[in-house]
């Protein structure tokens, strides 16, 4: 009687060699097209957790990003930018000095009203930083943030301009910033990856996220990011068959890894070494993770701070796996919480969002802080562009997209606490002052973690691609202490 396990491999053995002289050609195509896949290959053997030789190239400020994003646009001018001009002007014409021949996403035609804001406006901290009443608990740490009130970008509809805002250009399919991150530097964590996505929901009309978004595009795809869900599994179909130990699992890895090495030794393809990688994360997590999510070992005062309750998917539990996951070396962590898109109903809406995410936020830069880990944290808010000096009803005031001028704030990891950079004119249109781009906040932010923007690159269609683009980007040193 043949064995069946020689039939498996014979057979595997069949299937590897036919597809080395059916797929050669076609391999030998797609890599000559992207060198930058070999130099990823090479480089993964650099560190036992990624990372390319030769990095950091200078001594870094922080060690790790959490990048807050409120998805679908905050309004700089009901959080971080008063405007008592626009006050005065609040229900007459908008000037057309400033809209006429700009891009208004859904007010294009219409008869444009000035919308003075929503809410009041105090001076908080040594610092006198003005924020909103929206934001109370932003109010408690203003003497932490550096609120950049010039921000531009380029895209005006959601998905494009979340595209822009993470990877520094509107053409999908390009690497994520947190994916460049991972693969400059590689994680400090053996045991779970080095960058790490959650999302929340809540407020008005949440746009979708797609997983492109922490895509590790024309980089190995090691590098990209892994979606953790707060509720439910962590991590989909990383739990063990049932009816498998882990001593089973353990010699079913090494001998694909051993298949899996030789099939690299003959190709050359960075894929393979990928999944390699892979499998071998997937079998540490499934320790690590339930370790992570599991909430039993934090004090009753640390859950009621955050406002989280285990398992239960809002934003304020996804701060509080933040800080876990930045403990345990995580590098780049990116929570998304989908509903501030306020084209109408902004007042409420705005309460809605505050109240699921102002206090958690708080409590993350707070928590950080107790730790004496903000200080090699580089914690980063905002929304993918700002909102309207304009009105707009749909159930009550809102105010459309814009690109010309918003805020963000940033703060640890090397950043100048308790100040203010940058403004924009008189009604809060144009970004004229200290205008900070998109690129400019990627050059920033991979200076603060030690790497030179514009070295920074990898070959790719013959060009030589940059997180910060073609186009010249600046560090913007005015915010760095």
């Known amino acids: 009687m043949i064995d069946p396990t020689t039939v498996q491999l014979n057979r595997r053995a069949f299937l590897s060699n036919a597809g080395v002289g059916l797929g050669s050609a076609a391999l030998a195509t797609l890599l000559a097209e992207s060198h930058g896949g070999r130099q990823a290959a090479a480089a993964e053997a650099a560190s036992a957790t990624g990372g390319l030789p030769g990095l950091p190239h200078h001594a870094p400020r922080a060690k790790r990003v959490i990048f807050l994003c409120m998805a679908g646009g905050p309004s700089h001018l009901e959080t971080f930018d008063y405007k008592p001009e626009l006050a005065r002007l609040d229900g007459q014409p908008m000037p057309d000095s400033y809209t006429q021949g700009q891009p208004i996403a859904q007010l294009q035609g219409q008869k444009l009203k000035c919308q003075g804001p929503l809410t009041r406006f105090a001076k908080y901290g040594e610092s006198g930083q003005l924020i909103s009443d929206f934001l109370p608990w932003h109010a408690k740490m203003a003497d932490d943030l550096c609120v950049v009130r010039s921000l531009v970008t380029e895209q005006i509809n959601h998905d494009p301009a979340h595209t822009f805002m993470n990877t520094g250009t509107a053409i999908s399919g390009r690497p994520s910033m947190g994916a460049w991150v991972n693969y400059g530097l590689g994680s400090e964590s053996q045991d779970l990856p080095g960058f790490v996505v959650l999302t929340s929901v809540g407020g008005r009309n949440p746009q979708p996220i797609a997983s492109r978004q922490w895509s590790a595009g024309f980089l190995p795809s090691r590098y990209q990011g892994v979606e953790f869900n707060s509720s439910g599994d962590p991590v989909n179909y990383v739990s063990r068959p049932a009816g498998v130990d882990s001593q089973q699992q353990r010699r079913l890895i090494d001998t694909v890894a051993q298949l899996n090495q030789r099939r690299l030794a003959q190709t050359g393809d960075p894929e393979i070494a990928t ?191 940059r997180l910060t683009g073609v186009e010249e980007a600046r560090v913007v040193r005015e915010i760095i202490s």
């Open 275 to 465: 999944q390699i990688a892979a499998y071998e994360m997937a079998f540490r997590m499934q320790t690590s993770v339930p370790d992570l999510m599991d909430l039993s070992d934090e004090p009753q005062h640390v859950l009621d701070m955050y406002g989280a309750e285990p398992g239960d998917g809002t934003y304020a539990s996804n701060c509080l796996l933040a800080r876990r996951l930045a403990e345990r070396g995580v590098r780049f962590i990116h929570l998304y919480h989908r509903g501030w898109d306020h084209h109408g109903g902004l007042v409420n809406y705005m309460n809605i969002c505050g109240g699921l995410t102002d206090k958690p936020t708080w409590a993350l830069l707070n928590d950080l802080k107790q730790r004496d880990m903000l200080k090699d944290t580089l914690v980063v808010w905002g929304g993918e562009f700002g909102r309207t000096p304009m009105f707009q009803g749909k159930g009550g005031a809102g105010r459309d997209h814009h690109i010309k001028g918003f805020s963000m704030w940033l703060a640890g990891g090397g950043i100048r606490s308790g100040m203010s950079y940058g403004a924009t004119d008189e009604l809060g249109y144009n970004a004229v002052e200290d205008v900070v781009h998109v690129r400019d906040l990627h050059a920033t932010m991979l200076h603060l973690l030690g790497i030179d923007p514009q070295r920074f690159r990898v070959k790719f269609q013959g060009l030589d691609m």
